[in-house]
């Protein structure tokens, strides 16, 4: 079992910047690829970033694309994801995911770890 909490969202104003965090415990993050989703009032939970096992391979939805990083520090239990330039309809509630036989996958269900999710708030 992996239990996963996000923490740093926020309010911030549109081109601000915010860092994510999701802390692990249970079981050492580096067995699992890691993703970062969020959801948005009203719609459903989309991808937004991943990681697979040893951070070498990433991947982002296009939306994000130059603006978010994803990193991990597997010595701290740690995922990241640093998000610059915002904008507000990255408005969303954001959790994190934990899989253990994917890698750097897109898809919800092939996370098999989920937190609780952290409000990230940007106005206009």
């Known amino acids: 079992q992996v239990q996963l909490v996000e923490s740093g969202g926020g309010l911030v104003q549109a081109g601000g910047s915010l860092r994510l965090s999701c802390a692990a415990s249970?079981?050492?993050?580096?067995?699992?690829?890691m993703g970062w989703f969020r959801q948005a009032p009203g719609k459903e939970r989309e991808f937004a970033a991943a990681?697979?096992?040893?951070?070498?391979?990433?991947s982002y939805v296009e939306s994000v694309k130059g603006r978010f990083t994803i990193s991990r520090d597997n010595a701290k239990n740690t995922v990241y994801l640093q998000m610059n330039s915002l904008k507000p309809e990255d408005t969303a509630v954001y959790y994190c995911?934990?899989?253990?036989?994917?890698?750097?996958?897109?898809?919800?269900?092939?996370?098999?770890?989920w937190g609780q999710g952290t409000q990230v708030t940007v106005s206009s």
């Open positions: 249970g079981r050492t993050l580096s067995s699992y690829a």
């Open positions: 990681s697979s096992r040893g951070g070498t391979i990433t």
């Open positions: 995911a934990a899989g253990l036989k994917t890698a750097a996958s897109r898809w919800a269900n092939e996370y098999d770890y």
